[in-house]
């Protein structure tokens, strides 16, 4: 079983709707848990962390954590074309982060 | 502030050479990782430094190490490289793990 796991999309979504990331952990004792945007051929950009369970909003994004199902979300509200990227799961243990697969996401003008 | 720095950004290296990246963390942050990026791997996490110490490493072969200085800057060296070393090797920096990291823009290794 992989440590993060993320739905591997890709997601196509218009613009001006809702974008909904999952990502599920293998870890129980993962305390920290943090979303990243990556652009093609740049590296990862942290948009948003999550500490406790129930929803975080900056913006246009609100994270979701679930410690109990091990579950973490990420919803991006009104698309925009420059949200089409690779968002990556990352979770906390041990001084490292795991990361998931990553999800490309697609917003179609 | 600067974010965080990396040396060289591409290189080309030989089979069997052995290689050395270098990385500048964000001002005030003490805690520098490294990561190996592959198409077919993903991120992977290779070793975490705090206050020169080593506190996590990967799952990578002992061709890999590392180091961190006193003012934080941290160095990785892979010996005797191999094609499959071939990747993007990204250092992040946080004031201290597990907190926020935050990625430099990366090496990118081709070995041939």
């Known amino acids: 079983q992989k440590e993060v796991e993320q739905n591997s999309g890709p997601l196509s979504v218009p613009e001006g709707a809702i974008a909904s990331l999952n990502c599920t952990y293998s870890?129980?004792?993962?305390?920290?848990f943090f979303w990243y945007r990556q652009y093609s051929g740049k590296s990862p950009e942290l948009i948003m962390f999550i500490y406790s369970n129930g929803d975080k909003e900056d913006g246009r994004f609100t994270a979701q954590l679930n410690k109990a199902s091990q579950y973490v979300s990420l919803l991006i509200r009104d698309s925009q074309p420059s949200d089409s990227a690779t968002y990556l799961c990352a979770v906390s243990n041990d001084y490292k982060l795991s990361f998931g697969a990553g999800t490309t996401v697609t917003v179609r003008a | 502030k600067a974010g965080v720095t990396q040396t060289p950004r591409y290189l080309i290296k030989t089979r069997g050479q052995q290689v050395t990246l270098s990385c500048s963390p964000i001002s005030g942050h003490r805690s520098v990782s490294w990561y190996q990026q592959t198409p077919g791997q993903g991120l992977q996490f290779l070793f975490e430094y705090f206050s020169e110490t080593q506190r996590n490493k990967g799952n990578f072969p002992g061709r890999f190490s590392g180091r961190q200085f006193s003012n934080s800057r941290s160095e990785m060296n892979v010996s005797t490289l191999e094609l499959g070393d071939s990747a993007l090797y990204l250092c992040?920096?946080?004031?201290?793990?597990?907190?926020?990291?935050?990625f430099g823009p990366g090496t990118r290794l081709t070995v041939t």
């Open positions: 992040a920096s946080s004031l201290e793990g597990p907190l926020e990291q935050y």
């Open positions: 870890d129980r004792g993962s305390q920290s």
